[in-house]
């Protein structure tokens, strides 16, 4: 299992890259894997052979006005574990919360 962190947008398409990228992550939203998107990426969680190809035809669609796109592609690969998109988060925020416990500032 693995978590990918992914950034898509079209070259030489104006100053707004909105509609493009809302495109790309429908398509994420639509795989039913589990995803998140933040300012400048989307994850998504899954085997490869699961994550692949929604990336894929996210960025074919972002290139489907005919430009040239750019990709960004990160993965985090922890074979046998699970659920880590959220997992992860949730050790930071443990962590952060024991250091204020231990340390009496918030």
Known sequence: MAVFAFSVA???A?????DSVAEAVRIVRESGLPNRTTSMFT?????WDE?????????EAVGNGGHRVSLVLKADIRPGRTGQLEGKVARVEEALAEDESATGHA
């Open 10 to 12: 079209p070259l030489g």
């Open 14 to 18: 104006g100053e707004s890259v909105t």
């Open 51 to 59: 994550v692949m190809p929604v990336i894929q035809r996210a960025t």
């Open 43 to 47: 994850e998504i969680e899954g085997e």
